[in-house]
């Protein structure tokens, strides 16, 4: 929203200007005594709409800095969370997270087959803390507990079970 003021420095009243950050920013170094503004800006849906109001600079400046952080908000959660539409309205050829290729079902595949063959190298111990762990999302602490043992040597375990699977992948 582009805002029209104008500003009265010494009684002198000044053209109507669209407020941009730059002028903005130039009217803190040399504020003027007081700003005219339409009062749409200040009360969007007034009864009064198309009036022109005549504010305190300090005033202003505070409604100003509300009204840009407003704006910055909402232009910020638009950003994060896009356009809301339904999954009929997606075309599947241009997201690419609503279909896989021959070639990534082939590399999950392969990925796969090849994890299954790196789990043969392990020991039953390493295996059966790498699927509690993984599988089950138990903490080192947790699965320490359940055996026995203290927690370091869980965590020493799955780092080298780790690095045994990091050959096959």
Not at 104 to 128: H, I, M, V, Y
Request: proline share 3%; aromatic share 8%; hydrophobic share 35%.
């Amino acid at each position: 929203m582009q805002i029209q003021i104008r500003t009265i420095r010494d009684g002198i009243e000044s053209e109507l200007f669209t407020l941009t950050k730059q002028r903005h920013r130039a009217l803190l170094v040399d504020k003027p005594d007081k700003v005219v503004v339409l009062i749409d800006y200040i009360y969007p849906g007034s009864p009064d709409c198309g009036t022109f109001v005549t504010l305190d600079f300090k005033h202003f400046n505070i409604i100003s800095r509300e009204k840009i952080l407003e704006e910055n908000k909402f232009l910020k959660r638009e950003e994060r969370h896009g356009i809301e539409v339904s999954i009929e309205e997606i075309d599947p050829l241009s997201n690419h997270a609503l279909y896989s290729t021959a070639e990534d079902d082939f590399f999950k595949k392969e990925q796969s087959e090849a994890l299954k063959r790196g789990k043969t190298t392990l020991t039953p111990t390493q295996l059966n803390r790498v699927e509690a762990i993984v599988d089950d999302c138990l903490s080192y602490h947790e699965c320490a507990r359940r055996e026995g043992k203290r927690w370091e040597s869980i965590a020493e375990s799955f780092r080298a079970s780790k690095e045994k699977l990091k050959k096959f992948l």
